[in-house]
């Protein structure tokens, strides 16, 4: 490239071989990144709220007040670590590679893993459902594979709500872990055509709250901003979210349904801790009371309601679980499930990470081990990060035998969950709601009065 394009930055980038494709301001040769090449310009240093940008040395006190990396006012439902859990001195447990250990202590906690699990009682069925509110999509030839798995995920999840009688009107539904937040939409629009929610009245009774700790692109609940319809995104760690303090929640006091696809790790159990263990007003509020249905009824009546301070009462949940191996003894809520069986934090500790068992070992890239070729891909893209390989203890079990271990783990993990969920008043279980062929974390935690 002999010259800048037309508008374009006049710095040549030694390293590409051409110059600087950035757009300049008028009258200006160099981009914001190069004008210090520029005769007479001011110096450029590091922004210091953030590296990875630069700002003028003469504007940074201006910089400083505007720039998007500077400490924002906190808004009323953040309270910092009120969901954390209670530091008890077991998050401090210096983290063990599994690869360390000596057959003798991996072969004591594998006893000790098997000891605990004797007698659960919470064997997982296979229970794939589906809703017509997804079909069309799913009939889509235009969406593929990817698509087609969360649509399948997605499709599952509102046909278990429906048959626990979590989907309807006179609810707020709050979605932990939203990400562009599809899973509200769909239950928006599974209600909508099957209630036929057209005018206002309709809506009135019916709250969205998207909780989602990172800044997302292509959001979803953009599209419902027609009058009525309340879709609310709270920008939060779960970790810090007072539920009783979010405004919308607090005025209407409609019963919570809490819904979440794919909740990583200790999200799940924070999310728990926000919806049931808050401390303040939302502690002596607890499952909603039922009552018997009069003859004449219809069956969209709900159950009566004692108002109170905060939100109103838990109706449900429903919660894809995955990532047990990025689980935290601090958050987790079946710390005394663990301790009745004489389980502590390192030995919990140990658990999440062989849980990664249950899945890494069924991948193809460990079970067929094809070559290093970065086009070899997997026949699927998980949602979130693989769990570490080197724990995979080679030679000390065989692949089939570190999957049984990992699903065990797993399986004593959200033991304590369901412990956790039956001594605050709920029936709760879990159910494989689609094939592993669609993905390998297919197992939905569900919790009614």
Known sequence: MAAPLPGRCGFFVEKKKRFCKMI?????VFCGEHATQE??????????????HTVSEDKLHKHLKKCNSREKPKPAYYVE????????????LQQVSLCDLSRTQLQALLDTLKTAATGLQCDIED?????????????????????????????????????????????????????????????????????????????????FLLVERSSTRF???????EAGVQFQRLQVDIQHLDLSKVAPLSDRK?????????????????????????PGPREESGPPPKRLKTSGEEDSAEPDLVPGPGPGPVLGVAVALCCHNRCEWRHYVGKEFFLQRGIGAEEFSAFCRMSSWATCGMRPTNRDAPSQDPANQSREEEEHEPAEERDAVSGFLSVEEREQVGRLCKQLIDAGRIHF??????????????SSQVTLENVLLTAVP
Not at 219 to 225: A, E, I, P, S
Not at 262 to 276: Q, S, V, Y
């Open 81 to 92: 670590n009120i969901n954390a859990g209670a530091a008890d001195g077991g998050e401090a």
């Open 127 to 207: 229970c794939f459902l589906s809703h017509p509110v997804v079909q069309e999509e799913l009939d889509d030839p235009k969406n593929g594979d990817s698509a087609n798995k969360h649509l399948k995920q997605q499709s599952s999840l509102l046909g278990h709500m429906e048959a626990l009688g979590l989907l309807g009107r006179g609810r707020s539904f709050v979605e932990f872990g939203a990400g562009r937040g599809k899973l509200s939409h769909w239950i928006h629009e599974a209600l909508r055509r099957r209630d036929a929610l057209r005018t206002s009245e309709d809506l009135q009774d019916l709250q």
């Open 254 to 278: 409609l019963p919570l349904v809490a819904v979440g696809k794919h909740l990583c790790g200790a999200a799940t159990d924070l999310a728990l801790r926000c919806l049931l263990d808050t």
């Open 421 to 434: 969920l039956q001594e605050r008043g709920f029936n709760s279980k879990l159910t494989r709601y689609v």
């Open 24 to 28: 300049v301001a008028r009258g200006n």
């Open 219 to 225: 959001k979803v609940d953009g599209k419902h901003q």
């Open 39 to 52: 005769e007479g310009s001011c110096r450029r240093i590091v922004c210091p709220l953030d590296p990875k």
